[in-house]
């Protein structure tokens, strides 16, 4: 049983399920409509049930490892540790947007959730993060036309 809650894929199949279901739950509150007259409550459902199925396979994937090596699954202190540096990420992006930018708060915020696996260098972390955050900025500045800045200079 520790080695299903171990498991990376299963305990992250196991929350895209969650809320794949709460989202496809709650949408059954609304009225449905058709695929060609959409009410308020078909796209909800519709992704919630997407998320389900992802969901099944991300965690498929972690069942396969455990059947097939058990060597491969990390360690309580990799997941304690993932636990607590994921969510920080998130939270230095949404700190850092507003005062520079899309491109080095993507680029800090891909840089600190490199921090999750020991196994990642400082410098594989830093060109990752550079390349996420240059794919980010074209991605969302130039090929939609988002009205966000890619760099901001800060005053103080």
């Given at each position: 049983m520790l080695s299903i809650i171990r498991n990376k894929?299963?305990?992250a199949g196991a929350a895209v399920i969650v809320i794949g279901g709460v989202y496809a739950l709650t949408s059954l509150a609304?009225?449905?409509g058709t695929a060609v007259m959409m009410g308020p409550g078909y796209?909800?459902?519709?992704?919630g049930t997407l998320l389900v199925f992802l969901g099944v396979g991300i965690a498929a994937t972690g069942v396969r490892q455990?059947?097939?090596k058990a060597e491969n699954l990390y360690s309580l202190e990799a997941n304690v540790r993932a636990i607590a540096v994921l969510p920080a990420s998130?939270?230095?992006?949404?700190?850092?947007i507003e005062t520079f930018g899309l491109g080095p708060a993507t680029c800090l915020a891909?840089?600190?959730?490199?921090?999750?696996?020991p196994r990642i260098s400082f410098?594989?972390?830093?060109?990752?993060s550079i390349i996420v955050a240059?794919?980010?900025?074209?991605?969302?500045?130039?090929?939609?036309?988002?009205?966000?800045?890619?760099?901001?200079?800060?005053v103080f």
């Open positions: 894929d299963i305990v609304y009225p449905m796209l909800p459902f519709v992704l455990i059947v097939g998130i939270i230095v992006f949404g700190l850092t891909v840089w600190s959730s490199t921090l999750a696996d410098r594989q972390g830093l060109i990752t240059a794919f980010g900025v074209l991605l969302f500045r130039v090929a939609l036309g988002l009205q966000i800045e890619a760099i901001k200079w800060p």
